[in-house]
């Protein structure tokens, strides 16, 4: 079978509606998991998405998966050349279908210019951990404890 094709489409405060649906969906089972209340993207209101996506600095796109709405990624132009990732998320069905690395291609691709990419994910899911290693981030050292839980640690990948 081949590689179905994944694009990106940049969101508008329309799709503001279908990224929540889309990330109580991914983000739940991770706050059942974590109890992470106060900082799990399954907690936030729409409103809250509509905030962020008309922020000057951010760009946030649909990921579609053969044609078919399958997460969505969320951009932050830092300073000059430094990006931030936020929001990052593959819908649970359509997960380990090498979506992810595809998406991260892409969003390099568009940002020709970005020198330095940030994120931060749960530690202790160490699925997130392995493919953003594998996609040549690398742990800053800096760590943020959200509970007895949750840890989250940060990474960075430069680009030369």
């Not at 649906?21 to 509509?50: G, I």
């Not at 969003?107 to 202790?124: H, N, P």
Request: proline share 2%; glycine share 6%.
């Amino acid at each position: 079978m081949g590689i179905s094709t994944v694009t990106l489409s940049k969101a508008t405060v329309e799709d503001a509606a279908v990224i929540h649906a889309m990330q109580l969906q991914a983000f739940l089972p991770l706050l059942e998991k974590y109890q992470d209340y106060e900082t799990s993207p399954a907690n936030e209101t729409v409103e809250r998405v509509v905030e962020r996506i008309n922020q000057p600095t951010v760009d946030y796109y649909i990921i579609r998966y053969a044609g078919i709405a399958a997460g969505s990624i969320r951009v932050k132009k830092k300073e000059e050349h430094e990006y931030w990732l936020g929001q990052i998320f593959i819908l649970p069905e359509h997960q380990g279908q090498g979506i992810a690395q595809q998406v991260f291609a892409q969003i390099e691709q568009i940002y020709a210019d970005a020198t330095v990419w940030g994120l931060a994910t749960i530690m202790q899911e160490e699925r997130n951990c392995y493919l953003y290693e594998k996609l040549g981030y690398r742990r800053t050292g800096e760590m943020q404890v959200i509970n007895d839980r949750l840890t989250l640690c940060y990474y960075e990948k430069k680009v030369i």
